[in-house]
């Protein structure tokens, strides 16, 4: 790997109780013995009930953490069961991912999308922005055309993109132990960085990184961290994909 940092991105989707913040206790020992770690950043996005505990859990090491999602209303307001970025924000996130295709499975249009990501802007997070085809546009062909209409679309009106990172993330590979071809995951993270110009944004792939399939997809060099959902609940193997990489 050729980047100066790989991001490590933990998803821990709708898992995860006050009790296994324990199991990051390995994962910071980890950290701290590690000398690689400064080339590293490792970023834990639990479920919002989580985040607070966690960034306290977390506030002396350098690992980070993040939300999984948020209401796209900067401000307060009658919303009965949202969050929104400024909420985030005050617990301790620093990241949010948007976009997931979870969520856009649910009805989670281009435009919301939008929306939220300006939103997290505002509030000063990060924003990992995913995006990524179903099988059945990737085998009618339509990988490229899909993920540009999502970049365009997510993206619209916003001019400073240098705390967005995309996270492209195949729906058919996401839980399903499939990992696209070496050579089409390279092609595709080139045609994403060729949708941005000046200063490229980080590239992320996701979909069922585990600790057995890292070494191949470390060796595709214009991808510039992982985002990791079955395999981050496991400190074990969160910390071999990290070791590995
Ligand atoms: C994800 O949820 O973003 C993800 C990549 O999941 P998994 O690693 O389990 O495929």
Known sequence: MTNKYMYFIANW???GSLNSLKSLDKVIKFFKNFKKNTSNKIIYCPPSTLINPMFKKLKKTPIQVGAQ??????????FTGSI?????????????????????????????????????????????????ETLIEKRNKKTNSIISKQI??????????????????????????????SDDLLKTIKFIKSKFKGKLPKVL?????????????????????????????????FIDIVKKT
């Open 205 to 237: 792939y996701g979909g069922s990184v585990d600790p057995k399939n890292i070494n191949n997809l470390k060796k595709i060099n214009n991808i510039d961290g992982f985002l990791i959902g079955g395999a981050s609940q496991s400190s074990k193997k």
């Open 13 to 15: 989707k709708m898992f």
């Open 152 to 181: 365009k679309a997510g993206l619209k009106n916003i001019k400073k993109k240098s705390n967005i990172f995309i996270a492209y993330e195949p729906v058919w590979a996401i839980g399903t132990g499939i990992v696209p071809k």
């Open 69 to 78: 999602n948020c209401h796209e209303n900067q401000n307060y307001g009658a």
């Open 84 to 132: 929104n970025t400024t909420m985030l924000k005050n617990a301790g996130a620093k990241y949010v991912i948007i976009g997931h295709s979870e969520n856009r499975q649910d009805g989670e249009t281009d435009k919301l999308i939008n929306l939220k990501i300006k939103s997290a802007l505002k509030a000063k997070l990060k924003v990992i922005f995913c995006i990524g």
